[in-house]
């Protein structure tokens, strides 16, 4: 069975993926507000991504027999305050990073308790979170170069359009 510390820790990741989903939803709207459709869609995308994170690591916690538990989910309030589509990376970037530490924090605790099997699983999440990082310094650096010019900045919020959810874990 799981540590309880280690139970706690999925518990409270759990959280922060509903609020990763919560949060990429207020971006998402403001997205639409601004008028960029495509990365509206992309912010979305990434959305049901976290909720499937989410729903991922109860199945590991209910298998495992522990009792997840379930608090308050922060407000994402601040996401009306990015007014552009370079502030909206630089939100993505810094909180991609932030849940980085947060993974690797359970990575750390697994190891130290010894749980084979949940550091196993949550080397999952460290591989996604190198890819989630270099997503979103990729196009943060992209916007960059082309902020200043709407033709290129339309052409972007094209490609982002293209991008459907795929769901990672479909025999879960
Ligand atoms: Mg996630």
């Given at each position: 069975m799981i540590t309880e510390n280690l139970a706690k820790a999925l518990s409270d990741q759990i959280n922060a993926e509903f609020y990763s989903a919560y949060l990429y939803l207020a971006m998402s709207a403001k997205a639409d507000d601004l008028g960029y459709k495509g990365l509206q869609n992309w912010l979305f995308v990434q959305a049901q991504e976290e909720m499937a994170h989410a729903t991922h690591m109860y199945e590991h916690l209910i298998e495992r027999g522990a009792l997840p538990s379930f608090g308050a989910i922060a407000a994402?309030?601040?996401?009306?305050?990015?007014?552009d589509v370079r502030p909206i990376f630089e939100k993505v970037l810094s909180h991609e990073e932030y849940v980085t530490s947060l993974i690797n924090n359970i990575a750390s605790l697994a190891m130290k308790e010894n749980d084979h099997a949940t550091y196993t699983f949550i080397s999952w999440y460290v591989n996604e979170q190198v890819e989630e990082v270099d997503v979103a310094n990729t196009l943060l650096k992209k916007v960059k170069l082309i902020e200043n010019n709407p033709g290129q900045l339309y052409d972007l919020d094209t490609e982002l359009a293209a991008r459907v959810f795929i769901n990672p874990f479909p025999a879960a």
């Amino acid at each position: 069975m799981i540590t309880e510390n280690l139970a706690k820790a999925l518990s409270d990741q759990i959280n922060a993926e509903f609020y990763s989903a919560y949060l990429y939803l207020a971006m998402s709207a403001k997205a639409d507000d601004l008028g960029y459709k495509g990365l509206q869609n992309w912010l979305f995308v990434q959305a049901q991504e976290e909720m499937a994170h989410a729903t991922h690591m109860y199945e590991h916690l209910i298998e495992r027999g522990a009792l997840p538990s379930f608090g308050a989910i922060a407000a994402a309030e601040d996401a009306k305050e990015l007014n552009d589509v370079r502030p909206i990376f630089e939100k993505v970037l810094s909180h991609e990073e932030y849940v980085t530490s947060l993974i690797n924090n359970i990575a750390s605790l697994a190891m130290k308790e010894n749980d084979h099997a949940t550091y196993t699983f949550i080397s999952w999440y460290v591989n996604e979170q190198v890819e989630e990082v270099d997503v979103a310094n990729t196009l943060l650096k992209k916007v960059k170069l082309i902020e200043n010019n709407p033709g290129q900045l339309y052409d972007l919020d094209t490609e982002l359009a293209a991008r459907v959810f795929i769901n990672p874990f479909p025999a879960a």
